[in-house]
């Protein structure tokens, strides 16, 4: 709690960023308006994590672009950061593992561990192995007061793909609703309030969810930038000038590009078989 009374959150946002448009950035801007509007949350950080290659969607370039473009994107917010752990990892990692990584992140700032390498990698250890219910590198940090509450930010479409069979597992959508919280953009064609009210996990958990309702609507999506981009019209306005330039400067976004990974069918369905296979 913060001396206000008022509880410290963090953004984090998951999601391919190809290419990171205006709208994501109003994502936060939306989500720290609505959340600080309930006097009851203090936002003090936005995080941009960037699915890694391994995620293998159609059309997803190289995660070391996308991630230069989402910095390029940021340099003028002085709250939204871009994360690199996620981009690098070599295997596509469950959103589910994402959150718990950044949740020890905050641990650990919290700690103030702040000391040389070896310090450091001690006392994170000693975290892990004193929080954790389970071994290894994604084990679930214990949830502790001090620490800002962890929330992840995403569009209605994100919440509706929860119902995808085999898609998330069930044990992952309850952890990331119950344990963190999720605050959800209403993007065109999603209909959250609904979503939830079908749901026996959302709804059980819906004082964790908040709804946060774009009144400019908008059918911005990379993949409209994308589809723009190889028929060379226009996307000025619709992404930073910053990330345009990137993007002519190394010629990405054509319709060789959109062909990547397109053998691969929708990555994650492949590699979800079942409860047992988390990890
Ligand atoms: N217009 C929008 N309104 C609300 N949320 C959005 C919008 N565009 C993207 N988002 C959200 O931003 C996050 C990251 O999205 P992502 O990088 O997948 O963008 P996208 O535009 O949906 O991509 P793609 O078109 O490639 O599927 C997701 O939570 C997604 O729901
Ligand atoms: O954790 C899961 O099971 C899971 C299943 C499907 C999608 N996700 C995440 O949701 C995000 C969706 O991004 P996108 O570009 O496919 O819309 C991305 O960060 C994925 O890692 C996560």
Known sequence: MEPQGRTKVVLLACGSFNPITNIHLRMFELARDYLEDTGQYIVVKGIISAVGDGYKKKGLIEASHRVEMAKLAIDTSDWIKVDTWESQQPEWVETAKVIRHHYKELVSEELNIDEVDTV??????????TDSTSEGLFSYPKMRDNVPQLKLLCGADVLESFSVPNLWKPEDIAEIVGRYGLVCITRTGCDAHRFIHQSDVLWKHRKNIHVVREWVTNEISATHVRRA???GQTVRYLLPDAVLSYIQQHGLY???SEQKNAEVIL???Q????PSSSS
């Not at 590699?271 to 079942?274: A, E, I, K, P």
């Open 120 to 129: 450091k990698y001690t006392k994170r250890r000693k975290i892990e192995e």
């Open 254 to 256: 054509s319709a060789e």
């Open 271 to 274: 590699r979800y078989t079942g």
């Open 267 to 269: 990555a994650p369905l």
């Open 229 to 231: 981009l190889r028929r």
